[in-house]
């Protein structure tokens, strides 16, 4: 592709990229409870469809920090949304899971925008809808492999550059053996 042909497919994604997620974001809030955010739902949605998760793995999967989550937590947790459980087998691990009111309101909130969704995509035919659908999977991909290399790298930096110690081949801090013997290197 010539270098100015690129230039405007990506000003194209942008600008596109931009009203879509704006306009979908919107669109979605409309159809939850009035105190409830965007977030939340996802985060619900999520919890449902694991049936149980760590405060960690949704950290990770939201790319956001473990504070952030234990904050949205806290709250759908004080609205009677989902509950905590400990571990049997290790009582440092608590798992987050829905609530009978939970299930309830995520139930809800499915059906209204499984409603949403499907007024705007009828309007397109079955081989767009899932030629669109393949193209945003493979984009999903790429940028959850382009994420896992950005971590990667990162976690390097902070071994070599900063000093501290890998928790995965236990090289010290100057990152002089790092690398060379360590499982997270050769995974990379």
């Known amino acids: 592709m010539r270098c100015g042909n690129i230039h405007d497919l990506v000003e194209r994604y942008l600008s596109v990229s931009f009203i ?11 159809e939850l409870d009035e105190d409830m ?4 739902y996802y985060l619900l949605r999520y919890i449902k469809k694991k049936a149980k998760c760590t405060s960690t793995e949704l950290a990770s999967m939201f790319g956001v ?17 989902l509950q905590r459980a400990r571990d049997k087998n290790d009582r440092r691990v608590i798992y987050l899971t829905l609530t009978k009111k939970g299930d309830e309101w995520i139930a809800n909130a499915e059906e209204k925008i499984h409603k949403l969704v499907e007024s705007f995509i009828t309007k397109f035919s079955e081989r767009e809808i899932e030629s669109f659908i393949q193209t945003y999977e493979k984009l999903a991909r790429i940028l959850q492999e382009m994420e896992g ?8 930096k902070v071994v070599r550059a900063v000093g501290v110690d890998c928790r995965s081949c236990r090289a ?5 053996e790092h690398g060379r013997s360590c499982p997270r290197e050769r995974a990379a």
């Open 37 to 40: 955010t965007n977030d939340q």
């Open 172 to 176: 010290d801090g100057d990152g002089a």
């Open 65 to 81: 920090n473990k504070s952030a989550i234990t904050a949205m937590t806290n709250r759908l947790a004080e609205k009677g949304l």
């Open 149 to 156: 290399h950005r971590e990667r790298n990162r976690q390097r």
């Open 20 to 30: 879509v997620m704006r306009k979908a974001a919107a669109l979605v809030k409309c």
